[in-house]
C-alpha cells in the first residue's frame, strides 16, 4: 500500500481482518464503526440478567479454518481457542436417550466409518459414501436434490453438521457451499475437524486483541461513526459521509465497505447481495455444568442442536431458527430448558437465563442467494467490499469473514502498489 489512507468501515471480523492485514504496509488504516464496540455478529457482552458477560451466540470453529487461526495468530492471541486434541464430537438422542462419540480418524483416508466404535450408531460405512456426492456438484443445486434427505446418517449427522455449518434446512440449502464445507473438513480427515471454541469469550479471544493489535500497530478505530452516505464521481468513490464529518478521498485512498449486505446493498447503489436471511437462537443459563458435561454436544430430536458447556453457564444454539423468532422468550426458554435438564440430568427450578435472537445471523444459505453474492471488487476503481455475504466460496462463518477482509486488505495493497 504505498501511501494512500484505506478507510475500512465495519469493525466485525471481516474488517478487522482487512485492517490487520493492512496496518504496517504504508499508509494510514482507519476503521469506521457504527456501534460503540468492535465484533458485529461475534461479539461478548455484559448481560445484567444473569450477571456475566456472554458472547451474543455460541461460536463453533474447526481446525480447518486456517485464516481464523492465522488471524488470531497475528494478533497474539493464538492457542485460545480450545478443543480436543483429536476430532471428537459428543451427541445425544433425546428420542432414544442414546449417546455416542463421533470419532473421525485424523488422516485423510476415512477407516472411522467402518468402525463401529466411531461412527454413528445405527449407520453402516457405505452410508457415508453417498455424501461424497456433494463433493462433485456442478451447478448449485439444493442439497435435497443430491442426496437422500432421510435415514439414520442424515438424521444424526448430515443434517446437523450442514444445518451448523450453513444456517439454513439442509433441504434446500446450498449443495455448493456444503461440498466446500465437507471438502475443508471432513474430508481432510479428522485433524481438520477439531471442534475448537472460544472458551474465554469472543470478546477476548478475538476480538479484544485485535483491537489492541491495531491500536499498538497505529492504525486509528473511531466508534459511534456511522458512514450514511458515498458520493461516487468518475467511477470512484470520492467523499465518505459519517452525518457530523465527512472524509474527502484522496485520489490514492480506498474504501473497504465491510458492513452487513443490507447495509451495503443501501450505500452503494445497484450493488448485488443476498436478500434472504435466517435466524439463530441462543439461550444461556446461568448454572455450573456438571463435571462429565462434554463442552460441545451435538442434541438430536430436540428443540435445541447444540449444547456448550462453559465455566458457570450451559448455553444452547437453534440454527435456522426463523420459526422462534415470535415465540414468547419465558415459554422457549422452559422449552429449551427441558431438554437441558433431560441432557445433564440437573433437576429443580430453571436457573436464570436469557434467550439472544439474532433474526439476522447469517444470509441464507440457497442456490439463488448464494448466486447473489459479489466479489470483492466493485464497479467503482477504489471501493472493495468484505464480509461473511461476499462471494468466499464458504458459508457466512468465522472463516469466510476473515478471508474476505484478507482478500479486500491483498487487493488494496495491490492497487495502492500499482498507482504508486
Ligand atoms: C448467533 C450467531 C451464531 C454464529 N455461529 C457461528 C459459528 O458457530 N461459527 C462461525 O464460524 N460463525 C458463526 N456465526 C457467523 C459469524 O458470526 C459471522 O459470519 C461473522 O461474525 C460476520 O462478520 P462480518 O465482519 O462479515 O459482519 P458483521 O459482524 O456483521 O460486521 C459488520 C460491522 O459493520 C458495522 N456497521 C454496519 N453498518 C455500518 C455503517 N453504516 N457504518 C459503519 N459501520 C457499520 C456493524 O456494526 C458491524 O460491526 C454466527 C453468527 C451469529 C449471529
Known amino acids: 500500500m504505498a501511501g494512500g489512507t484505506v478507510h475500512v468501515v465495519g469493525a466485525g ?33 455484559f448481560e445484567p440478567a444473569l450477571g456475566l458477560t456472554i458472547d451474543n451466540g455460541n461460536h463453533l470453529l474447526l481446525s480447518a479454518n486456517r485464516a481464523a487461526l492465522a488471524f488470531l495468530k497475528a494478533v497474539g492471541s493464538e492457542g485460545k481457542l480450545v478443543g480436543p486434541e483429536h476430532a471428537e464430537f459428543a451427541f445425544a438422542d433425546l428420542s432414544s436417550g442414546e449417546r455416542w462419540m463421533l470419532r473421525p480418524n485424523d488422516g485423510p483416508v476415512p477407516w472411522w466409518i467402518f468402525s463401529k466404535s466411531r461412527r454413528v450408531p445405527g449407520t453402516r460405512g457405505a452410508d457415508y459414501l453417498s455424501m461424497a456426492k456433494l463433493l462433485r456438484v456442478n451447478e448449485d443445486r439444493p442439497i435435497g436434490e443430491i442426496i437422500d434427505c432421510e ?46 471454541v472460544a472458551q474465554d469469550g469472543l470478546g477476548r479471544v478475538f476480538i479484544d486483541p485485535a483491537l489492541a493489535f491495531l491500536e499498538r500497530s497505529g492504525a486509528k478505530l473511531r466508534f459511534s461513526h456511522q458512514l450514511r452516505r458515498l458520493e461516487f464521481r468518475d467511477e470512484r468513490v470520492s467523499v465518505l459521509d459519517f452525518g457530523e464529518d465527512v472524509a474527502k478521498l484522496a485520489p490514492d485512498d480506498t474504501v473497504i465497505l465491510a458492513v452487513p449486505a443490507a447495509v451495503a446493498a443501501l450505500l452503494a ?52 431458527a426463523d420459526r422462534w423468532i415470535e415465540a414468547p422468550r419465558e415459554d422457549l426458554a422452559k422449552k ?16 436464570p437465563w436469557i434467550i439472544v435472537k439474532e433474526r439476522r445471523a447469517t444470509f441464507a444459505a440457497l442456490p439463488d442467494e448464494n448466486a447473489k453474492r459479489p466479489q470483492a471488487e466493485t464497479q467503482w476503481r477504489n471501493l472493495l467490499l468484505a464480509g461473511d455475504w461476499t462471494a468466499t466460496g464458504l458459508p457466512a462463518t468465522i472463516e469466510g469473514a476473515i478471508r474476505s477482509g484478507n482478500r479486500a486488505a491483498h487487493l488494496a495493497r495491490a492497487n495502492g502498489d500499482a498507482r504508486g
Open 13 to 45: 471480523l471481516a474488517g478487522l481482518s482487512a485492517a490487520v492485514g493492512l496496518v504496517g504496509t504504508g499508509g494510514e488504516v482507519i476503521v469506521h464503526e457504527l456501534a460503540r464496540h468492535a465484533g458485529g455478529r461475534c461479539r461478548s457482552y
Open 151 to 196: 435415514g439414520v446418517l442424515y438424521e444424526r449427522l448430515s443434517r446437523p453438521v450442514l444445518l451448523a455449518a450453513l444456517n439454513a434446512e439442509p433441504r434446500e440449502a446450498s449443495s455448493r457451499l456444503a461440498g466446500a464445507v465437507l471438502r475443508e473438513t471432513l474430508v481432510k480427515g479428522g485433524r481438520a475437524t477439531r471442534p475448537l
Open 336 to 351: 429449551i430448558w427441558a431438554d437441558v435438564a433431560a441432557i445433564t440430568g440437573i433437576s429443580g427450578e430453571m436457573p
Open 269 to 320: 447503489p445497484g450493488l448485488p447481495t443476498p436478500n434472504a436471511f435466517r435466524a439463530i437462537v441462543n439461550a444461556h443459563f446461568k448454572i455450573d455444568p456438571p463435571k462429565s458435561q462434554p463442552k460441545i454436544m451435538g442434541i438430536i430430536n430436540g428443540t435445541v442442536e447444540w449444547l456448550f458447556a462453559f465455566p458457570g453457564r450451559l448455553s444452547t444454539t437453534i440454527s435456522a
